[in-house]
């Protein structure tokens, strides 16, 4: 069965390409240490993997990466939101799914890993499946999903682009005021996930974006976190980089 190899340079990214021939489904999946939703892509991966015997010639090769570290990567597969899967063949981008949506992730890849007729019925059955799902439930478990999105990391931002490239100017004003505070945070473009971008609204109970979370509690769009910062300058040292820093010493 196939296993996933885990990416930590872009030498062995380039060496993992060049190693499989030009018909061999490269199942790449983008993740960061903090996403508790990254976890979650990981089992249904690994799960995945283990259905796919390693062949001759080789039909898949599993890959993982982490976004953060190996941004290089990240910025060349336009990846701005974790987890990210990118399915690739003969070096060419053939589909990505953003999410941890087992039915989407399940049929991307079995259309495009069998490559015959026997993919299509499998890829029509999860489309099925999806579109059978129950509205109550499918609610329930987005908001489960939202809710492990929230608690991510302690800081959690979720803004319309990301920090190094913000779509919005109240975005990019936040990202500053995280800056200028030395906030270790998590972020969501929420631009890449509709479902996360309406959830959100409804699960929050606040209609716009950006929106900071701090340990699982919202605390408001960028005039709430001024406000809060005018009445408590201290507001976010608890999360700054030298508290980190002078809680591992």
């Known amino acids: 069965m196939s296993t996933i190899t885990e990416v930590t340079s872009p030498e062995q990214w380039q060496q993992l390409l060049g190693s499989v021939p030009a018909s061999t489904l490269v199942v790449t999946s983008f993740h960061a240490p903090w996403a508790a939703p990254c976890a979650q892509m990981a089992t249904i991966l690994s799960t995945l993997a283990a259905e796919y015997p390693v062949s001759e010639p080789l039909a898949t090769k599993w890959a993982s990466i982490n976004a953060e570290e190996l941004s290089d990567i990240s910025e060349e597969y336009d990846v701005t939101a974790v987890p990210f899967l990118v399915l ?24 495009h890993a069998a490559g015959d007729a026997a993919a299509a019925p499998k890829a029509a059955e999860a489309e099925a499946e999806k579109a059978d799902v129950d509205p109550a439930v499918a609610k329930e478990e987005l908001f489960k999903r939202l809710g492990d999105l929230v608690k991510a990391a302690p800081v959690m931002l979720f803004m319309k682009g990301t920090p190094s490239s913000p779509q919005c100017g109240f975005s990019r004003q936040l990202v500053a005021i995280l800056r200028e505070n030395s906030v270790k ?23 716009t974006f950006p929106q900071l979370w701090v340990d699982g509690e919202l605390v408001g769009g960028l005039d709430i976190v001024k406000e809060e910062l005018g009445n408590d300058a201290d507001f976010l ?3 700054s980089v030298s508290a980190a820093a002078d809680a591992a010493a």
């Not at 690739?88 to 999410?99: M, N, Q, Y």
């Not at 945070?185 to 509709?194: P, R, S, V």
């Open 185 to 207: 945070y998590g972020f969501f473009n929420i631009l890449a996930d509709d479902e996360v971008r309406q959830g959100l609204k409804e699960y929050a109970e606040w209609p």
């Open 88 to 111: 690739l063949r003969g070096g060419k981008v053939v589909e990505t799914v953003s999410g941890s949506n087992a039915v989407k992730v399940r049929a991307a890849i079995e259309k």
């Open 237 to 239: 040292k608890a999360y």
